[in-house]
């Protein structure tokens, strides 16, 4: 995933968390990712990537 997908998805999570009115993503992602499967994968993307640093 390139660096202007991954800031797509992420601008779509913002408006999707305050569309919705929640408070933290985390919130947002633990109720609506079951329905967003790429999402799922380029989060996981980045946490590999976070994680072998």
């Known amino acids: ?4 997908t991954s800031t797509k ?11 919705l009115g929640h408070s933290q993503i ?3 992602l633990n ?6 499967p790429a999402l799922q994968r380029a989060a996981a993307a980045k946490m ?3 994680l072998s640093r």
Do not use: G, P
């Not at 995933?1 to 202007?4: E, K, S, T």
């Not at 998805?9 to 305050?18: A, D, P, Q, V, Y």
């Not at 109720?31 to 967003?36: D, G, L, P, S």
């Open 9 to 19: 998805k992420s601008r779509t999570l913002s408006w999707i968390m305050e569309t």
């Open 1 to 4: 995933m390139n660096r202007a």
């Open 48 to 50: 590999d990537a976070i």
């Open 26 to 28: 985390s919130l947002t």
């Open 31 to 36: 109720t609506y990712a079951h329905v967003m």
